[in-house]
């Protein structure tokens, strides 16, 4: 097992940014436009994934936004780096929002996490509705089916 | 033009708004602006008590009872068959097969004509405008038969490129299949003239008429093609139903495709014989509630003056596309002459994706996507567009909202 890239590292959600930074930053908006303007700021957190692994076995079939998945397993910490990238801001969010609660943790905590109860807390859950939607409720089963894969 | 004015004039919108209860909800808590009807159209009152009418006064399963529920269900379902063949213009409601929608309908035709008569070598002719539903059934018949699918070429106005289809039309061809309008574009195309060159040319015809029939008067006869299809839940009727019209000659030729009860005339485990069509090729219980809550609904089309509703529709439309060349940083996908229900569009501040998202949020509803029409994304070079489509009760005021939504949109992105 190779470590565990710099570019994937050197994404801040679930590590400087975690879940409750997110329910703080979004959770208290009084109207959805302050909520989205916010949604927006985090979106620009995320880092670009590099060109290379924007390839078709990363991509994460969607009707709408392609979004693009790469991850790494750290056995020796126990902990699983994902990060996600697509072309729409508003997607970006989304999966920065979801990935806070993903990224760098142990496949543990991982499982135990909620996407979509957690999505429900900042009002966002009516963007998991539809798998052909945002690709997001495709992230949420591409990682819970890693953190099975490498819990066996 | 002045008539056409008078009839825009004559035309109520708020009256047929009305009838539509859906068109006076809330969406995320702001006024619904409904501007996807190209997806489904709402249904009106009249489709919604028909189909309650039916489970409390009429269920009962069709053509095979002896009593009185069944004959009123099965005289509901026979009148609403009528109905939609006096629609089309068809020779008769024999010509007129039910299917769980147009999607169905070209599946049939490509599993039952296109098996018995399709070989190595035949092409098929196709458009570049198509949605999956008359794409992929065709893919199938053709690696099935090591058949060739040829596709009409699509013009940077997001018309159909005529003298290609001439071209193609010198080859092997048995069947050609387009459709009507473009789900994605709104194009309307000459099918016309596209059936004429392949009735020329020897070759069977397929019209896809789900984006057609909300908008425009259909006349299978004056068309003189051989398979029409249609889905209800686009004109004003329920989810889950549509139709094939075919050339009863051609139905009659046809093999089943689907085995089960009311498809056969007789049966024993020898040899079964088949019913006529249409009911050859409608084995199994239909729908019959939705069956005859289109007959309602193409009551309520009946109920429009036509020439004062289309010119209302047009006015729209105009309308809408008027205010798209206006818009800054809004870039029109297709600009087709002949343009029908709906308009495609991307914006350069943001991905469509995004950008109905926000949308949405204002209480607007557009398709964003690839319109199930990759093929035609990919001529545009677009990753999906934004389309705002359109029925009989949609209004200018609609045509503001989305361009008050798309002016606040641009202040996120």
């Known amino acids: ?152 | 033009m002045a008539a056409r004015q008078m009839n825009t004039e004559a035309f109520n919108a708020e009256t047929v708004r009305a009838e539509f209860p859906i068109l006076a909800t809330e969406a995320h808590g702001r006024p619904l602006v409904y501007l996807d009807n190209a997806a489904t159209t709402q249904k009106p009152q009249c489709v919604l008590d028909v189909i309650e009418h039916y489970y409390r006064a009429q269920n009962s399963n069709v053509h095979r009872g002896a009593h009185y529920l069944a004959d009123l269900a099965t005289r509901g379902f026979e009148a609403a068959r009528e109905q939609l063949a006096a629609f089309l213009n068809a020779n008769g409601k024999e010509e007129i097969v039910w299917t769980r929608g147009t999607t169905e309908s070209i599946n049939l035709v490509a599993q039952s004509w296109g098996r018995k008569h399709i070989g190595a070598g035949d092409h098929i002719v196709i458009s570049g405008l198509e949605h999956h539903a008359n794409i992929v059934p065709w893919q199938m018949l053709c690696e099935e038969k090591d058949a060739e699918l040829k596709v009409i070429p699509v013009t940077d106005s997001g018309e159909l490129d005529m003298d290609a289809y001439g071209t193609l039309l010198d080859g092997p061809v048995k069947l050609v299949a387009v459709s009507h309008v473009s789900n994605a574009l709104g194009t309307v195309n000459p099918v016309g003239e596209i059936v004429r060159l392949a009735r020329e040319a020897g070759a069977i015809t397929l019209i896809d008429g789900a984006q057609a029939v909300a908008h425009m008067p259909v006349d299978v006869q004056a068309l003189g093609a051989d398979f029409y299809a249609l889905s209800a839940h686009k004109l004003f009727g329920p989810t889950g139903l549509g139709a094939l019209w075919g050339r009863y000659a051609l139905l009659e030729s046809m093999p089943p495709w689907q085995g089960g009860g009311e498809m056969i005339e007789r049966v024993s485990f020898e040899k079964t014989t088949y019913n006529a069509p249409p009911f050859r090729f409608e084995a199994g219980t239909p729908d019959i509630s939705g069956v005859i809550a289109l007959g309602a609904a193409l009551d309520f089309v009946g109920s429009l003056d036509h020439d004062s509703a289309s010119a209302h529709e047009r006015d729209v439309l105009d309308y809408c596309v008027a205010r798209a060349r206006q818009c800054e940083g809004l870039r029109l996908i297709g600009d087709a002459t002949e343009r029908l229900g709906a308009m495609s569009f991307v914006l350069d501040a943001g991905h469509p994706a995004d950008v109905g998202t926000l949308l949405d949020r204002q209480g607007i509803a557009v398709r964003t996507g690839h319109h199930c029409a990759q093929p035609l994304m990919a001529r545009f070079g677009v990753p999906g567009t934004v389309r705002a489509s359109f029925a009989v009760y949609n209004t200018r005021a609609d045509v503001d909202a989305l361009f008050t939504g798309i002016e606040k949109v641009k202040t996120f992105l």
């Open chain 1, 1 to 152: 097992m190779q470590a565990v890239p710099e570019w994937l590292k050197s994404n801040p959600m679930g590590v400087e940014i975690g879940t409750a930074d997110v329910f703080r930053e979004l959770a208290s908006c009084q109207d959805w436009e302050t909520r989205y303007q916010r949604l927006l700021t985090l979106a620009e957190r995320l880092p670009c994934l590099p060109a290379s692994t924007r390839t078709e076995s990363n991509r994460l079939h969607g009707c709408q936004a392609t979004v693009w998945v790469t991850h790494a397993f750290d056995p020796v910490a126990g902990r699983l780096y994902i990060n996600c990238d697509t072309d729409a801001r508003v997607v970006k969010g989304l999966l920065a929002c979801v990935l806070s609660g993903y990224n760098a943790q142990t496949l543990e905590a991982v499982r135990a996490f909620d996407a979509k109860a957690f999505l429900a807390t900042l009002q966002l859950d009516d963007h998991l509705v539809s798998e052909r939607q945002n690709g997001l409720l495709a992230l949420v089963g591409k990682v819970r089916m890693l953190a099975h894969r490498y819990a066996a």
